[in-house]
């Protein structure tokens, strides 16, 4: 049997996120001059490799999430994958406190090239975004190539500021959370497949 748990629809995971953390906010990057000084300064830093901080990046800075221009054209459950990741980054900020959080996502060791905090705090909410996807649209959606090419390039390229730029390392932890969700979901999927082919009636 699938297992409910995420809200079906990105209206009732605001209401979630809003009920779990009072301080929870989200505003448009567009509409935010502070988010276009932050898209300036990672196109410098990166030396262009990070554009796309405008359009296509959701970020968490304290409580409030930032939404790029691609959450208009975004479809529900997708929507619901990506509050599912950014409500990890709100858990992590919560335990840690908004210093730590912030000096382990920006500092250890290297800001760009070495990021092993802010890495960790990664694979922690990329953990969620493939969880998401094999609860909302099956373990096959979880463990499809682009899904897998798009995360684990999220952590050697520069869009993170090659954060972790170890391909084997990387694929390692890849191939142990897809066993995790396996174990996880894989009865649910048997059960899915079941549902879905009719019955065989044997005759003798
Ligand atoms: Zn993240």
């Known amino acids: ?33 502070l988010s276009h000084l932050i898209d300036l300064g990672l196109r410098l830093i990166t030396l262009g490799a990070q554009r796309q901080y405008l359009t296509r990046y959701h970020t968490v800075l304290g409580y409030t999430l930032f939404l ?26 919560q335990k840690l406190g908004m210093i730590v959080f912030a000096f382990l ?23 969620e975004t493939l969880r998401a996807t094999a609860e909302l649209r099956g373990l096959d959606a ?30 390692d932890w890849y191939a142990r959370l897809m066993i995790e969700l396996e174990a ?3 009865a649910d999927e048997q059960a899915r497949l079941r549902a879905m082919t009719p019955r065989q009636e044997t005759s003798t």
Do not use: C
């Open 105 to 127: 996502y920006l500092v250890p060791w290297l800001p760009l090239g070495l990021a092993y905090g802010r890495a960790r705090l990664e694979w922690a909410a990329y953990r």
């Open 1 to 33: 049997m699938l297992k409910p748990m995420l809200p079906r629809t990105s209206e009732l995971m605001f209401a979630r996120l809003r009920s779990e953390f009072p301080h929870f906010k989200v505003v448009h990057k567009s509409d935010s001059p």
């Open 142 to 171: 979880a463990r499809s190539r682009s899904l897998k090419r798009e995360v684990v390039n999220r952590f050697l390229d520069g869009s993170y500021g090659w954060m972790w730029p170890f391909r084997k390392q990387v694929e």
């Open 184 to 186: 996880e979901y894989g």
């Open 68 to 93: 790029p221009k691609s959450w208009a054209t975004t479809d529900e459950v997708d929507r619901v994958v990506i509050l599912s990741h950014e409500r990890i980054h709100l858990l992590q900020r």
